[in-house]
């Protein structure tokens, strides 16, 4: 298995109040993405970064920063959390882009209630 | 832009007969294409993945893809299924021009005794 380990697992939370999301990976991939999986929709990218401090919006991105100042880290950051972002975070990596063939690896999510 | 379409939202099988989840896919280029299992409460491990080489595409725990072509299909079966093949399996395709995977919203695989 891929070495990615998201922080915190489980989190509930008030609304209005900031919520961070923390992937670690020890496989030095250039790729972090942040996705968020909901009933009926699947998984939808947040945010992605191909390098240090290079990052970019994906297509639920609204209410939702990122940051990645280390390789092994990418940081998801919720300013204001509202209930329409209770969710299962995933955090996934690669080595290249997954058009080069490469695989792209998941965490094991992590669970977030606004409330 | 790439797509995909997942057929069934749920599939039931017995243990020991085959399994085959539909998945159809929509791309002007010549796509990459994944299938993601997920079981409860955990991530996601890939499967298989096609990335046009070999058209019959051969995964783990005994599964396999075809992507055809002509029919625009990239289904998945299995020729006997077991009580650990039970979860939600996901039809994913690579999005050139947005660099991401796109998934289809996913099959939930029950398996009977």
């Known amino acids: 298995d891929a070495g990615i380990t998201q922080s915190p697992r489980h989190k509930v939370t008030e609304t209005g109040t900031p919520v961070t999301l923390r992937c670690h990976q020890t496989e030095n991939h250039r790729y972090m993405y942040w996705y968020r999986q909901d009933p009926g929709h699947g998984l939808r990218l947040i945010h992605y970064?191909?390098?240090?401090?290079?990052?970019d919006k994906g297509e639920v991105s609204d209410g939702y920063s990122v940051s990645r100042s280390k390789t092994e880290d990418f940081l998801l950051t919720l300013e204001s959390a509202t209930s329409s972002q209770t969710s299962v975070y995933f955090c996934?990596?690669?080595?290249?882009?997954?058009?080069?063939?490469?695989?792209?690896?998941f965490g094991e999510g992590s669970w977030l209630t606004v409330v | 832009a790439q797509s995909v379409t997942q057929l069934d939202s749920h599939v039931s099988v017995s243990e020991g007969t085959p399994v085959l989840l539909r998945c159809n896919y929509s791309?002007?280029?010549?796509?990459?294409l994944f299938w993601y299992v997920q079981h409860p409460n955990k991530g996601l491990q890939l499967l298989l993945k096609y990335t046009s080489a070999a058209t019959l595409v051969k995964g783990i725990n005994g599964f396999e893809a075809e992507f055809k072509k002509s029919e625009t299909s990239f289904h998945l079966t299995k020729p006997s299924a077991h009580m650990s093949d039970a979860a939600e399996y996901f039809c994913?395709?690579?999005?050139?021009?947005?660099?991401?995977?796109?998934f289809g919203t996913g099959t939930r695989l029950l398996v009977s005794p």
């Open positions: 994913v395709v690579w999005n050139t021009g947005f660099q991401k995977l796109v």
């Open positions: 791309s002007s280029y010549s796509p990459s």
């Open positions: 996934a990596i690669s080595e290249s882009g997954a058009n080069s063939g490469n695989t792209i690896y």
């Open positions: 970064s191909y390098g240090v401090k290079d990052t």
